[in-house]
C-alpha cells in the first residue's frame, strides 16, 4: 500500500470516534457514522474560511481538488466531490426537517440520521 496515507489526519476528534465505537450498532453503521462525522467537520472548516456559511459547490470543489492534489491523483477529486456533495444533500435535508442549520449538527443528529436511513 502506498505511504500517501501514513500523513493523513482526521477532522474528527478521538473522542468522538471513542464514542461511536461505543454505540451498540452494526460495523458498518460506525463506519458510516465515522464518514459522515468526518464530511460534516470537513464542511465546518471550510466554513471558517467563508464567513461561517456552508460551503457552496465551488468551494467544495476546491477543496477537493487540494485534497487530490495531496494524494497526486488529480482524477480523485471528481469522485471525492459526488461524495461529499451527496453527504452535503443528507445533512440539508436532514437539517431542514430538523429545523437546525447544518453546521450545528452534532454527533447525535447524525445518529438519528443514519438511524433513518436503515
Known amino acids: 500500500m502506498s505511504n500517501q496515507f501514513n500523513s493523513f489526519v482526521s477532522p474528527v476528534k478521538k473522542e468522538v470516534v471513542d464514542q461511536i465505537e461505543r454505540l451498540d450498532l452494526s460495523t458498518l453503521q ?15 472548516d471550510i466554513s471558517l474560511n467563508n464567513a461561517g456559511e456552508f460551503p457552496n459547490d465551488i468551494l467544495l470543489k476546491s477543496w477537493c481538488e487540494n485534497e487530490a492534489k495531496k494524494l497526486k491523483d488529480e482524477s480523485f477529486s471528481m469522485l471525492l466531490f459526488e461524495q461529499m456533495n451527496a453527504a452535503a444533500i443528507k445533512f440539508h435535508d436532514y437539517a431542514q426537517k430538523t429545523g437546525k442549520y447544518v453546521l450545528d449538527l452534532n454527533l447525535d443528529d447524525l445518529i438519528e440520521l443514519i438511524s433513518l436511513e436503515i
Do not use: A, G, R
Open 30 to 44: 460506525k463506519l458510516h457514522l465515522k464518514l459522515l462525522s468526518h464530511c460534516l467537520e470537513v464542511f465546518k
